[in-house]
Structure formats: structure tokens, C-alpha cells
């Protein structure tokens, strides 16, 4: 409650209100009286990718971060997780330390599927056994959160680009690491779009069909599977979309980017801790706050150089750590 009462009479004032002041007519100090405390309005927070490459500490320092700016949920676009791996003991290693950190925040995290965490069948199980759904949707305050996974393959197919995956990462860890980008994984549209399959596609828009109303939707993925023009099951999910406003976030390229499309903002997020290429002034670790209103979303990035504590440091220790290789050159 904000109380201005240097002289008013206790009982003259409204007990309970909101705005309380002594000012009966006349000019007053401040601008006008209209809060902005609408019905409704909420605010929620997005993390990118953490994996690819983590740098250790920056995602403690968005999770510190968050908890001072206190969103009422956080979502994710994926790579978790390092994986990459059919070994059950380390993936239960890494998703343990993932939810450890997580576990720090404030507001509950919602886990989104990358490449690094849903890579081959035993990833695919391990995320079932431990978190269920690998796509799902839920809705908050009459607003439609829809979350897909863009590792959505055939049993063989992802049985190819995994062991096509792991075939150039050995050759990348060669003495000649540039060999590795004529190998066969790089060819592979997947590997930057991913896909989207039939059922899930039906799912999606069964649900997109089941809420028709509701004042706006929010798509969460890891890889720009919108970017593919042969990917006919997620243009299905586009064409159920037409009419509506929603927004789009994926991440997995490590480089901030907006684009427009069908009318609507698809964005691509930065990073909250995976690997940076020291070229591009667009690959900086930040974290993403939205505040949904009853006119739309308002979005804005917050670097996480730029956020201080109480104390004017960057929380969890950021001061000695690089939030953006191109100025600090720690990146690849």
C-alpha cells in the first residue's frame, strides 16, 4: 500500500485502500492516479540455452537474478542438459544438478526439451520417467502455454542423427576439427530445424481447438522448426494459429533474433550460459521478461551484466564472470 498521510486524522482514512493521501482537492505530486494494477496482468520469465557448451555460473546468476525480479512462473526453450549420452547413471547426474540449481528459484521452472536433452531413445525415457511429457500445454490466467519438441523424430531417424552426431563430435575433437563439418551431420536439416511429428501436430492443434478464446498464446520450443518450408506438421499447427494472436520463442542458434511471420513475433533467444561465438554481437546471455496485459505482451530482454543486488554486484558471484564473448572474447 502506498500511504501518503502526514496530517490526515486516523479516521478519515479508508482503511484497506490501495492509494491513501491527504489531498482532498488542488494540484498534487505526482503525474495522475491510474495504477497500472489491472485484472489479470501477470508476468512471466524465459531462460535459454544453458547447454551446448555451458560456462559454469552464468545460469546460478539467472536464477539469482529471477528471484529478485520475482516472475510468477519461468519457462525454458531447452538444452538443459549436456547429454548426449546413453548412459543412464549420467544422465541422472546431470539432470539431478540441473534441478538442484532450478530448485533456487522462486517461481516454478517448466522444462522444454533441446537437442542436448532428448538426443536418442534412453534421453527420450529418462525425461518421461522423470518429468512425463516431452510436449504438453497448460494455461495461466486465461493465457495458453503451449510447449513442443522440436527432437520429435521416427525411432530410425533419430537413431541416424545420433550416431551421425557423435560420429562428427569425434572427428571435431580430432587434430583436424574442421573436417568435421563435411561429415553427414551437417547436412542434416534437422540438426538446425528439428521437427515436429503427426500426433503431436494433432495434439497441438486439438488443444489449440479446445481453446479458441483465451487472450493470447505463447509457443515454447528449442529449435526454429518454423524456418523449415518441407515440415508440413508444424505449418499444420501454423494454419490452426491463423486468427489468433500468439507468440513465438525458441532458442538452440545461441544468437538473440526477431523475426515476423503470419503477423506475429517469433523469436529466437540468446543464451543463459551455453557457448558463445566471439563474432556476433548478438550472442549474449540474458533472460526474458513478459508481462501479459489485457491489450498483449510486453517483452523485454534483460542482460545479465546489466542486473545488480541490493549490494550494486551481480548476483552469485557474476562480477568475474563474461556475459558476452564478443566484448570479453571468451568464446569460441
Known sequence: ????????????????????????????????????????KFTFAIFSDLNGGERPGVFDVAVAELALLRPELIMSVGDLIDGGTEDRAQLAREWDDFDARASKSIAPVFHVGGNHD???????????????????????????????????????????IYEARAAALEVGAGPDP?????????????????????????????????YPDVRWTFLFMHKPVWLRDDEPDFAAIEDALTGRPYTLFNGHLHNFGRTTKHGRDYITLGTTGGSQNRNSEDAFDHVTLVTVAEDGPTIGHIRL???????????????SLCFQASICGRGR
Request: contains cysteine; glycine residues 8%.
Open 1 to 40: 500500500m502506498l500511504l501518503v498521510q502526514a496530517c490526515a486524522e486516523p479516521d478519515l482514512v479508508e482503511r484497506g485502500a490501495a492509494f491513501v493521501h491527504e489531498f482532498d482537492a488542488g494540484p498534487t505530486p505526482w503525474s495522475h492516479d491510474r495504477f497500472d494494477d489491472e485484472a489479470g
Open 178 to 210: 574442421e573436417a568435421a563439418l563435411a561429415m553427414e551431420y551437417y547436412r542434416m536439416p534437422e540438426r538446425i530445424t528439428g521437427e515436429v511429428g503427426s500426433e503431436q501436430s494433432e495434439y497441438v492443434r486439438a488443444v489449440l481447438a479446445t
Open 305 to 319: 551484466d546489466g542486473m545488480r543486488d541490493i549490494e550494486g554486484d551481480i548476483p552469485a558471484g557474476g562480477d
Open 118 to 160: 532428448l538426443t536418442n531413445q534412453v534421453m527420450r525415457d529418462v525425461w518421461t520417467e522423470r518429468y512425463g511429457q516431452r510436449y504438453y500445454h497448460f494455461v495461466y490466467k486465461d493465457v495458453l502455454f503451449l510447449i513442443l519438441d522440436t527432437e520429435d523424430y521416427s525411432d530410425d531417424r533419430m537413431r541416424e
